[in-house]
């Protein structure tokens, strides 16, 4: 396949055309030519107003439903939902009903994705059935493909698995993603403890069963000298728990957060909003504002879309039965386009996770795979139900009108458009 970008504004801070204008010409998926003015009549053609180009995105901790949750989701329509929403690559967490515990079920996720041009990598459970109890042969997954280890937004609430899964992916020179939750302070909690949740009567979820198992797992890994991802801080006093040890550990320990932490308060949930119910929850302004300058002072390496998709009848319930979660592929990059610098959502996006997971590099330069994200500035775009890839419809943007679009992605010799 041959495909041009016409005039496309490079974003790519590992790049020497940087901020530059270019056409890019892709000739079976390899980037052959860059310049000012690029011509080839055998080219698809993107010539988008305000188009924008960058290294692939790439979205860690992502939730399908296969197998096993079928009605939520399948491979297929998640993988759809990561490329309309500008990924290259995802990693998948493992599901309730089948958590991937066994390199037999990395390599059925191998197979079922194998015809997207959307890379799809699976994160292997860090304990059996996802119960925290008993570790799983994680050697045997990583050397099946599990690019890390982890049980998802399931807290480890016993220090000793997780230290010695520290030391076992050491060995392999992996890396455990976790999220921090102290669950004995924790149990019940609907969304975050403050004024809010006791204007509604609603049990909350205080920042220090974060913060507290954040200065746990340090010393934890500190202990095994091995590697971490502490997955989706959302509060201030988590950030100030991190902040102690992070530069002391650049190569061990990484963060990562979820974009509606970066975008919404506690406040949004003031009518009940089930599709707002998520985990971590959404906290108040002054937590979201300690994130923003985190993810721009580079204390906090990745921003995730935090994709689980729900059933109506797992959302269709009052606020306290509903199930948490939102969809997130589709809408993460379009909200962060206009709060974050180009620059830094792309060392987000692209550049940091595929570091820290050892993933291709994707920098935009001649004779370079082309793995590329695509999207145009002051474009408006409504995202409404008829645009949800997804097979559930759990998200909380539906009829908002976003500043920015995403265009799609080129990845694996084709072009995806949104």
């Known amino acids: 396949m ?33 310049g000012a003015s690029i011509s080839s009549k055998k080219a698809k053609i993107v010539n988008a107003k305000n188009l924008h180009v960058s290294p692939g995105w790439v ?4 939730f399908t439903g296969e197998p096993g949750l079928e009605h939520r989701d399948v491979l297929s329509t998640t993988l759809d939902s990561a490329g309309a929403g500008g990924y290259t690559r995802i990693a998948i967490f493992s599901n309730d009903a089948h958590p991937i515990d066994q390199s037999s079920t990395i390599s059925f996720i191998k197979d079922r994705s194998s015809s997207s041009p959307i890379h799809c990598h699976s994160i292997g459970a860090l304990s059996q059935n996802l119960e925290g109890e008993e570790i799983t042969e994680l050697i045997d997954m ?35 993603i976790h999220r921090p939750n102290d669950k004995t302070l924790s149990l019940h ?30 010393e934890i890994l500190k202990y095994t ?3 971490m991802l502490i997955h989706l801080v959302s509060s201030q006093k988590g950030i100030q728990h991190l902040k102690k040890e992070k530069k002391a550990m650049p190569e061990q320990l990484f963060a990562s957060v979820s974009y509606h932490n970066l975008m919404e308060t506690d406040e949004s949930l003031s009518d009940f909003d089930v599709n707002r119910k998520l985990s971590p929850p959404l906290r108040t302004n002054t937590d979201k504002s300690a994130l923003i300058k985190a993810v721009e002072s580079d204390l906090i390496d990745i921003i995730c879309s935090n994709h689980v998709p729900v059933e109506i009848e797992g959302k269709e319930k009052e606020f306290i039965y509903a199930d948490n979660g939102a969809l997130g592929l589709q809408t993460c990059a379009a909200s962060l386009l206009e709060i974050i610098d180009h620059d830094i959502l792309v060392t987000k996006l692209a550049i ?4 820290i997971f050892n993933l291709p590099s994707a ?26 890839k997804s097979l559930s419809r759990n998200s909380p943007f539906f009829g908002k009108t976003f500043k920015n679009k995403v265009i799609g992605v080129v990845s694996q010799d084709n072009l995806v458009l949104a």
């Open 225 to 227: 000298d091995s590697k």
């Open 2 to 34: 041959v495909i041009l970008l016409k005039k496309a504004t490079i974003v790519d801070p590992l790049s020497k055309y940087n901020g530059k204008r270019q056409d890019i010409l892709i000739e079976k998926g390899v980037i052959t030519k860059i």
């Open 363 to 388: 920098t935009i330069e001649k004779g370079a795979k082309a793995e590329l994200s695509l999207w145009a500035t002051k474009t408006e775009f409504e995202f409404t139900n008829k645009d949800n």
């Open 142 to 176: 990583h050397h099946a493909g599990a690019i890390a280890f982890s049980d998802g937004l399931h807290s480890i609430q016993k220090a000793g698995l997780l230290e010695r899964a520290l030391h076992y992916v050491k060995a392999v020179d992996s890396i455990i």
């Open 59 to 62: 979205d860690i901790g992502v």
């Open 352 to 355: 940091n996770p595929r570091k």
């Open 189 to 218: 909690s609907q969304m975050h403890e403050g004024d809010v949740s006791t204007s509604l009567g609603v049990p909350g979820m205080p920042d220090i069963a974060e913060s507290i198992m954040i200065d746990r797992d340090i």
